[in-house]
């Protein structure tokens, strides 16, 4: 269950309305189907066989927005109160029931729906309508539930406020959304949330979950006249009754500044415009802006976020938004990043997005940084926006956007998971999926006079309203940046395809020369190519006073070759639609690329010069140690993440399983090129694994990596086994902060060990909504709204470990839980029905995560290069599915034996 602070990434949704006018007839997308069903509820289908799998969403109107203010939270608390059992299913059993098939039971809440979700085997679908009927329609709210679930969710809250994006967020919103529902928290505040009751609750239900406010979507391997059948049968007595979409917005703020029209339908971010000019009716809003305010807190870095007020989704302007976006700051070649973070160096990361939901939106650049250089971020921000038009772009920048938002947009399709969310999304906001084409459509007709009418429109100081978090009271103050402000940017006055699904083939392993191998794994589903290449060494290269260069040397890897510098790198990769991305692991290095096959003649070619012959840039290694010791500062800034830096130094001394991955800011600060070039000597001559998943073309393929297998080849590092810390207890502190986060170590052998498959199956039985611990922690207990299950295995060692974030008067109960757990593992057993979830759940888990070509080329060549087989992972939960009560329950007395266990714990 998860509710969304802000909106979904414009890669899963985009929306826009059908009125646009389009060149030619647009094709409808093979293998959709739509229907409505008498009572109104729309049922869309999309049959896709690729995968035996099935992905189902419910979208309901039933928003935060569409609440009272006195009732805030409800949507959020409802979702969460679903999951608490009916007169059919117990507390729990909903979930149970979905992952006991090798299924995920989920839901979210946003601004303008709540979406349901279940993905499970394509043979169960059956199973997940039924699932989402009964816990929705037939919700038993129990009282003592709903106490304890009230309590989670103002312990959600507690946790929210412990990061800095989401506390940020919400400041923003409750002023550039104010006197509108936009403005509150979708979660509610404590105040509401304490107040509803279980007639509120359903209630609720009866207004809000009318078919009429409801799309259901299938895609994956079903028949669409089957779930006709059956949807009818579930939701078939239905009916609509009261009020299904209004939205209350004060007049005031029904439009835009200075004439400026538009309207809105939908729920996420980006979309596309209604071409009909004069659309009225959205919720444009803001405070007396400009507003700009400075808080500071117990942060190590800067949080800058920026926005200004656009109208809703359906606004004329609002696919231009997206593309000026993008251009402003959607990737590295971004104007930006190219300026504050390539040239200047004054932010650790940098963005922007347009934000476009159903009745409201803002324009908005978020940014890290050093206290230090706010005041010249804020005056170059100034400069830039004051003076923005199509031509502070580069020639290239508006077409490398439109290719890289088409490609945003199909890369959705990817999973059925993606490919429900989007078509559903499309359904619900605009009544057709085929919406996409249109909105494609108006992405390439986008010229520079369109932006340029945009920018004059929407780009303007008088409404904006800026947060920024510091830890520092060194900082400029507010008036003087709204002087800067003023004196920089004047107000001023205004007018205002789908390709077929051809099959997937055998997969091939040559062995090109002992310790040089190429898997090829052909799938034409897609037109795309995806390319890993996995190297034996890693951390393993490294002496101890190296901790952190071998993932230095992955962040600068890819920023230059021989031909290319860093920006004609990201250059190149924005205009072919191209993705790369280097790694280090404890034992393993590796590349990965993906790309649209009709590139494939170059994107070779740059793949391997890019092995061969990589710059190492002074300038660019720079710029990567920079990033390095933010990332570093910002998992010290997370409770999990300080916990997890300091467990593996704390597990493993003088060991590389015990290096801080990515270093410390004073080592990562030294490091020379010569580092960087040292390292790179030792490492690119080890054994290697090429995988290639997707439409390949074999010769290719083979002429690269024959050029690539030149040479003589080193030895793998053989890892020596480790020895794990006499000390058993580990305290740190994370001042200023609600939660204390605990993790509770049990020692395990590493992945060669034959009894691997059994602990990933323990891992799947503790973990989970239904697992044992969710189960008893969260749900019996109300101790935490967080607790899950975490396995780490490498080659010679792994553990197993339980997590809880909770409060700080818990701490003793949480550990007792945690031991409670075990000990009724070990007296009672497991019951089967348990084991029989865990063991679908693995299948099921597997299978979701191998629909990505890039996924399955990763998959390939880590288990090659292992010295595992190709089918490794999936023999593995074979032999897990064979795993019996007996065998597991002797897995339990070996290795979760309390007086073995660490204790690591991050207090406030």
């Keep these: ?45 999309h049959e896709d066989d690729r995968f035996p799998l099935v992905s189902i969403r419910l979208f309901v109107r039933a928003g935060s927005v569409h609440e009272a203010q006195k009732q805030a939270g409800i949507s959020h608390l409802l979702e969460h109160m679903v999951f608490k059992g009916t007169p059919r299913r117990v507390q729990g059993q909903a979930a149970a029931d979905i992952e006991s098939l090798g299924g995920e039971l989920n839901a979210a809440t946003g601004f303008d729906a709540t979406m349901y979700i279940v993905d499970l085997p394509a043979e169960h679908w059956a199973m997940g309508l039924d699932v989402i009927q009964d816990m929705i329609f037939n919700a038993s709210f129990d009282p003592e539930e709903l106490e304890s679930e009230r309590q989670v969710i103002l312990a959600e809250m507690d946790q929210g406020d412990d990061d800095p994006h989401r506390r940020i967020f919400k400041s923003v919103q409750e002023r550039i959304w104010a006197g509108t529902p936009y403005a509150r928290p979708i979660i509610g505040v404590p105040e509401t949330v304490r107040s509803i009751t279980r007639d509120d609750l359903a209630a609720y239900v009866r207004s809000r979950y009318q078919p009429g406010n409801m799309v259901l979507v299938l895609c994956g391997d079903v028949r669409p006249e089957k779930v006709l059948e059956q949807a009818r049968e579930l939701f078939g007595r239905l009916t609509n009754h009261g009020d299904r979409h ?67 989704l359906r606004d004329v302007h609002s696919v231009g938004l997206d593309v000026l976006a993008h251009m402003l700051g959607g990737d590295r070649t971004s104007l930006l990043y190219r300026e504050f973070k390539y040239e200047q160096g004054l932010v650790d990361t940098i963005s ?14 978020q940014a890290q940084l050093d206290p230090a250089n706010i005041q010249a971020l804020w005056t170059g921000l100034m400069n830039m926006l004051a003076d923005l038009t199509p031509e502070a772009f580069s020639p290239e920048a508006l077409n490398r956007a439109k290719l890289n938002m088409e490609d945003g947009l199909f890369q959705a399709k990817e999973t059925f998971s993606g490919m429900a969310s989007k078509l559903g999304y499309f359904q619900f906001h605009e009544h057709s999926f085929e919406a996409e084409q249109v909105y494609l459509h108006m992405i390439k007709t986008m010229d520079a006079e369109q932006l340029r009418d945009v920018i004059r429109v929407h780009v303007r100081p008088e409404r904006l309203v800026c947060s920024i978090f510091t830890p520092t009271p060194e900082t400029p103050a507010e008036e003087d940046l709204r002087d800067t402000l003023t004196r920089k940017w004047p107000s001023r006055t205004t007018a205002v395809a789908t390709a077929p699904l051809v099959g997937r083939h055998q997969p091939e392993i040559i062995h090109l020369a002992p310790g040089r191998t190429v898997v090829l794994l052909p799938d034409t589903s897609l037109p795309y190519t995806a390319l890993t290449m996995c190297w034996n060494g890693g951390d393993l290269l490294l002496p101890p ?40 692991g404890l034992e393993q290095l590796y590349l990965n690329v993906h790309f649209p096959a009709r590139f494939r003649p170059e994107m070779l070619t740059f793949f391997e010069e890019l092995v061969q012959e990589p710059a190492w840039l002074p300038e660019e290694l720079a710029r990567a140690k920079q990033e390095q010791c933010a990332a570093i500062v910002r998992a010290e800034d997370s409770p999990v993440g300080l916990a997890l830096r300091h ?15 990515s270093g410390g800011t004073d080592a990562v600060t030294g490091f020379s090129r010569e580092h960087v070039l040292s390292f790179w000597e030792r490492q690119k001559d080890r054994p290697w694994v090429l995988a290639a998943c997707g439409n390949l073309d074999r010769d290719a393929l083979l002429t690269m990596a024959g050029n690539l297998a030149r040479g003589d080849v080193m030895a793998a590092p053989t890892p020596r086994y480790p020895r794990w810390s006499e000390e058993r207890k580990l305290s740190l502190q994370l001042k200023d902060r609600n939660q204390t986060h605990i993790l509770v170590v049990f020692p395990l052998p590493g992945l060669g060990s034959e009894q691997t498959p059994g602990l990933n199956l323990l891992r799947e039985v503790l973990a989970g909504q239904s697992g044992m611990l969710f189960r008893e922690l969260r749900d019996v207990r109300g101790l935490a709204y967080s607790v899950t299950a975490l396995l780490w295995q490498e080659t010679l060692a792994g553990f197993l470990a339980f997590y809880i974030g909770t409060s700080p008067d818990n701490e003793e109960a949480a550990v007792q839980g945690f031991q409670d757990v075990v000990r009724d593992l070990i007296d009672r057993g497991l019951p089967e029905t348990d084991l029989d979830r865990a063991k679908n759940l693995l299948w099921g888990d597997y299978q979701r995560s191998r629909q990505r070509l890039i996924a399955r080329a990763h998959e390939a060549a880590e288990n090659l290069s292992r010295g595992f087989t190709l089918d490794h992972s999936q023999d593995m939960i074979e032999q897990a599915r064979q795993t019996t009560p007996h065998d597991l329950a002797a897995l339990v007395r070996e290795y979760l034996q309390w007086d073995q266990a660490y204790l690591i714990k991050v207090r406030p």
């Design 1 to 45: 269950m998860a509710n969304s602070p802000s909106p979904i990434d414009r890669s899963s949704r985009s929306t826009f309305p059908l009125q646009a006018p389009v060149a030619a007839p647009l094709p409808a997308s093979p293998g959709t189907q739509v229907h409505v069903l008498a009572n109104g509820l729309t049922v869309l289908v």
């Design 352 to 365: 922007a997005s347009a934000t476009s939901l159903d009745q409201a939106g803002m324009l908005s650049i």
């Design 647 to 661: 467990t593996f130094p704390f597990l493993f001394s003088e060991h590389p399983y015990g290096y801080q991955r």
């Design 246 to 312: 209004s939205v209350h917005c004060p007049a005031a703020l029904l439009s835009a500044p200075n004439g400026a029209q538009g309207g809105a339908q939908g729920d996420a971010k980006n979309v596309a415009p209604n071409v009909a000019k004069g659309v009225s009716g959205d919720c444009v809003s803001g405070g007396p802006a400009p507003h700009i305010a400075i808080h500071q807190g117990p942060w190590q870095k800067a949080h800058f976020f920026l926005a200004l007020p656009i109208p809703g």
């Design 545 to 584: 006073s190296d901790q952190g260069l071998s993932e230095l040397t992955a962040r600068v890897w890819t920023k230059g070759t021989r031909s290319k510098n860093a920006v004609q790198v990201q250059d190149f990769l924005a205009d072919r639609a191209a993705r790369v991305a280097a790694g280090a």
